[in-house]
C-alpha cells in the first residue's frame, strides 16, 4: 500500500459489482471501504436473471450457500428467438431467477461479514489523485477521505469516472422499449412477440402485477428526463398489440434505450472502473448485471494482490485488458441482439436465417455460451490461475 494512503481501497458504489468486489477484496486479504450514496438499499425492480458464470463466481466466493438454489428456467433467447441454455458447459446452466434487490441484500451481508466496512449516506463529489493516493470527498463525510486505490462502481452515471477524466465513448440512443408493471389488467402472456407495428412482451406474475414491454418500429427515441406516463405506455401497447390496457394500474414504469458505451479506460493510475461505470448497455438477455459482477471479480484478487503488496502493478493493467476486451464482444454481440429484437420487417430474413442457423449445435452451442457468460472462456480460465 502506498505509505500516505489511509486506507487501501475505497470503492465508491453498493450496487452489485461494488458489493461483490468488497467481497472479494476482503477474502485477498485487502481493507475496503465502500461508499455509497443512498441510506438504504434500492427496492425498485430492476435485473431479475443470474447466468451460468455468475453462479460459478458465487459458488466459488462461497455465496451460494447464503443463497439457496433459486428458480431455473432453462430457456433464454437470443435477440427474441428461442435459446436452450441446458447444454452449457457449467455446473450451473440456465437462467437463475434472482431479484437485484435480492442479490444486493445478500452481497451487502456477505461482504460485511467478511470485514468491508459499507457507509451510506456519503455521495462523493470529488476525486484527486496525488503520487501516492487517491482522495475522495462529498456530502457526508466530515473531511476527505484517502486511499491507495480507488474503484468506481457508481453506476452509468458515475462521479469517479469523469472525475477522473475517463472518456465514455459510444453510441446515442436511437430505439427504446416501454416498460410497466400493471395491476387490474388480464392479458395473454406473451414473450417477445413481434407484430406489424412492433414488438411486445407480457408477463403476469404470481403477486397479480402484469409487466408490460413494447417496443413501436420505425418509432426513434425521444430525449427522455424520467420515466414514460401511462397513457404513453398504453398508447404504445394498443399501437402494436390492439389491446386496451389503459383501465389498469400502473405501480413502476421505465423506458429502456440502446444507448452503448464503454470506458475507454478501466484503469488510469490509482482509479479503477467495475460494472456500469465502466459500460452502459440496453439490458438485453439480462447481461448488464451479470458483465458488472464478473468485472468485480476479475479485479477483487489482482487488486487485492496489488493493494496487500504481494502482486505486481500490472495485474492492475492485466484486468483492464482481459475485462475491456471482454465488454468490447459483449457489447458488439448485444448490439446484434437488439438489431433482431427492435428491427422493423427489414429484420426478418436476418431473424430467419439466424434461427435457421440456430438448428446447428455448434451456433446453438456458441450463442447459448454467449448469453451464459461462458464465452470468454480463456478469459475466465486466466482469471482462475
Ligand atoms: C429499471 C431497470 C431495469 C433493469 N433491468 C435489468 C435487467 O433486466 N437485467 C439486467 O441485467 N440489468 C438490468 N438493469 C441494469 C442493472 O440494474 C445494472 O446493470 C446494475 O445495477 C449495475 O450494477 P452496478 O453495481 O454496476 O451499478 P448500480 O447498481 O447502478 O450501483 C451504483 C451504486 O452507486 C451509488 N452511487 C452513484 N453515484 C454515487 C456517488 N457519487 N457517491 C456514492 N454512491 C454513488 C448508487 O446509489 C448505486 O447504489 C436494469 C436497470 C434499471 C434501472
Redesign the pocket.
Known sequence: MAADAARQVVV?????????LAGALRIGGAEVTV????TE??T??????LNARTMEIFDELGLLDLLGVPPNEPMGHFGGIPLDLSGVDSRYPGQWKVP?TRV?ELLEKWAVEQGAQVRRG????SVRVRSKFAEVD??GLDEPMRAAYLVG????????RSEAGIAFPGTPATHELL?ADVAGIDIPNRRFERFPAGLAVASRRPDGLTRVMVHRHGHLAPRRIGAPSFSEVAAAWRTVTGEGIGHGEPV?L?A?DNAARQAERFRRGRILL?????HR?M?V?????????Q??HALGAALAAVATGRGPESLLDAYHDRRHAAVRKALSTMRVQEQLLLGGPEQDPHRTLIAGLMAHRSVRHELAAFVSGLDSQEENDAEEN
Open positions: 465508491v458504489g453498493a450496487g452489485p459489482a461494488g458489493l461483490l461508499l455509497e450514496r443512498r438499499r434500492a425498485e425492480t430492476r435485473a431479475t436473471t437485484q444486493e456519503v455521495g462523493v463529489r462529498g456530502e462502481c457508481d453506476g452509468q452515471d458515475s462521479t469517479v416498460a413502476w421505465h429502456f467495475a460494472g456500469d461505470a465502466a448497455q439490458p438477455g439480462g447481461l448488464p448485471i451479470n458483465l458488472g459482477i468485472d468485480a
